[in-house]
């Protein structure tokens, strides 16, 4: 199972019979998979698997409509992801020499610039 077949490059599902959501599913049940039981494959051509503070990042992201700058203004204050919504987690916070600082803010400018080139989505 490959990933370009089930979701387009900005993570959205592809429409079709074997889509994400056919395969998040238990065909006989209709009940949603648990991820315990799949394997890993499947899990990461779902586009699973990476960092958890990255996807906790992505859910603040599409649970503020997209918009990075609602993420940092968010005073959901309660919400179990609030600390952990920039992408980092506070309580293990490392201290860094300012080279170290620049080299961390480089290498985020460019997976940001690279995550602004998503392709158009190929036709069938
Ligand atoms: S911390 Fe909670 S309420 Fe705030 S953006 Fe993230 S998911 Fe949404």
Redesign the pocket.
Known sequence: MERDKLLYPNGNPRPGSEDAYAVGYDPETGIARDPRDMDQATLRALGHGGPILQA?RQ??RE??AGNEA??RR?R?VW????PY?MGSNPFHRQELSSEQREERRRRLATAREARREIPEPRSS
């Open positions: 906790v859910n603040c649970c503020q609602e993420v968010c959901m919400c179990p992801f609030w919504r």
